[in-house]
């Protein structure tokens, strides 16, 4: 018997069909309209998942002294895990325990997740990796339309705009069967441009490849902006009608001058105004924005800019136009609107608010003033861990932070300092080899659970195959700390019975889905919430007006010097995702390991060849790996994949001051030929 389910990896969170009950296998889903049965080599090969010799099914506990694991019972494991948060609320009081999720996380245990932190432990201390994946897009939005969803449309509407931009995207090799839509788009007469430092596969099916200097997208939104204007391209009718600050933002766009902008971005003048003219000229653009535009120290402004333009040409809220962003992680939407963020509940209430906290502790039976306010966001958090004001103990779901978070060398110290730090995880994660406590969980096929996809389209993934014997669902995990720490709410275990409880919660928050069932789910291939296309004729603010913000470009945090010459800029490779902690054990996918692409100019005045180590540094760390000498990406720039250790030892902790994101896309950095100094 066939269960229908979706891809464990990224946002597209493609629909497939499983067969078989032990390991299964995948085949397509033709009818869900998302990816209508594409898949990508990452999806087609998934149940590559099961099986492995790596898979934990026992809970572990290590002796620190000689670094040595034993199996353990669920009780013993779970009763140490116990101890642990009670000493360290003894020492430190509530705030002493952290809890640190996911952004693939089902929405029933970002919600528990969330729920277990500001009841069963009363601690502030709660984010998760999401953080560093759309929070920039996300600030943006809600300061520009009082709401945050990726994309406030199908993503199929890309195919009905006339010029689709890419910014700091590449979703040929992140999401391959969302390129279908700009093939199509061309094949009708749209045109796609491309905006990265690097000539990436997304770019082989682009109209116009622009390459800035990593760190400057705003500089060049700002420079678009100021050649609309001067066209007379603005649709004035629009911006009186739905927008307000329009004026402020005319006025701080006067000094961008094509030229200026080829100074700041390396883009030549001429192509700036051949992009201005293509918007200026179209009845229908649309603007996109990825990782390599957000994930900045001045990331929320970027997106900011980029929305302006959009708003300017009156784009936003008409079919086949507007901005949107491509979320990266496979619930990297739902994963941030129910809870397991630093300051939001469920529903994507602000916790500061108190209609929301009186609502949200209704609905959990609680005193609202026992609800804790806003903690630290994932960095902040990460870098508080084992200090004398930061927490002793850390609950870890779904996040493998020693590969994955920014100046990971620090990081990974932090975790070291704990008195206690507890992993969830189906694997022996890097992450998990430095805890105390490692519990063994379920994984997709396994389980049941919604994710929402980069749509906002709430989609249920659904079990297919028994678990091992000997793990538990992450569910059943919170719920069995949150009975030994003695907790008065109730936790069920069931994820149909959660959402339920989901939607009795985010009832009436921005992000409502007290209407959405799995019924609703299974009969309608997923539903959107909030409608399926937002901002036709309102925005989310109390007048329905977008606001339109003034931003200067600022740069980088660190920019190259004498000592570090170049760019850094990271990223994704095909055959990998996020920490690669999953795939990097699918045999079926290459895992050429960690790499460093560089120009031929700047390997020439190195003396590299593709193939022969270099070793690339930063203030923060350094790493080796082999080069790969490619004439795609800028000769100030190198680029390294960051599914492998190393890469993140380089990155910057910059953050952006109001979404909270790491600069992982821009530090400076040298270079030296391993053994020739």
Known sequence: MATDTHCPYCSLQCGMRLTGRRVPEVSAWEEFTVNAGALCRKGWAAAGLYGGRERLTSPLVRDRATGEWAAVTWDDALDRVAAGIRAAQAAKGPDGVAVFGGGGLTNEKAYALGKLARVALGTSQIDYNGRWCMSSAASAGIRAFGLDRGLPFPLADVEETDVLVLVGSNLAETMPPAARHLDRLRARGGRVVVIDPRRTPTADRADLVLQPVPGTDLALALG???????????????????????????????????????????????????????????????????????????????????????????????????????????????????????????????????????????????????LPGPGRSAYELLDACGTDDGPAAMLVLGSNIVVSAPNATQVT??????????????????????????????????????????????????????????????????????????????????????????????????????????????????????????FASSFNHPDGRARMLSVEHRGAAEVPDDDYPVHLTTGRVLAQYQSGAQTRRVRDLPDDGPFVELHPLLAGRLGLATGEAVQVSTRRGTMTAPARVVTTIRPDTVFVPFHWVGANRLTNDALDPASRMPEFKVCAARLAAVGRG
């Open 413 to 534: 110290a932090r975790l070291e300092a704990l008195d206690l730090l507890v992993v969830c995880d189906v694997v022996m994660s890097e992450t998990a080899a430095i805890a105390d406590v490692v519990l063994p969980v379920t994984q997709w096929a396994e389980e049941t659970g919604t994710m929402t996809n980069l749509e906002g389209r709430v989609v249920l993934r659904q079990k297919a195959i028994t678990p091992p014997s000997g793990v538990r669902s992450d569910l059943e995990v919170i719920a069995a700390i949150a009975e030994r720490l003695g907790s008065t709410a109730t936790f069920a275990t069931d994820p149909e019975e959660v959402f339920a409880e989901l939607g009795r919660a985010s009832a009436g928050g921005p992000a409502d889905y007290s209407s959405i069932t799995y019924d609703r789910i299974r009969a309608e291939g997923g539903v959107f919430w909030g409608g399926e296309r937002l």
């Open 224 to 370: 678009l902006l100021h050649l609309l204007v001067a066209a007379g391209a603005v649709d004035e009718d629009y911006l009186a009608a739905r927008t307000t600050g329009w004026a402020q933002v005319k006025e701080s766009v006067a000094p961008w001058w094509p030229e200026r902008v080829e100074r700041v971005t390396g883009i030549e003048a001429a192509e700036v105004r051949e992009l201005a003219a293509m918007l200026a000229g179209s009845p229908r653009v649309m603007v996109l924005t990825a990782r390599g535009a957000e994930q900045h120290s001045t990331g929320s402004d970027t997106v900011l800019a980029w929305i302006n333009v959009a708003l300017a040409l009156g784009m936003v809220g008409k079919r086949g136009g507007g901005y949107g962003c491509l979320t990266g992680q496979g619930n990297g939407q739902g994963g941030r609107e129910h809870g397991q963020k630093a300051d939001q509940l469920p529903g994507y209430r602000r916790i500061d608010d108190p209609a929301a906290r009186a609502h949200v502790a209704g609905v959990w039976g609680v005193d609202p003033d026992s």
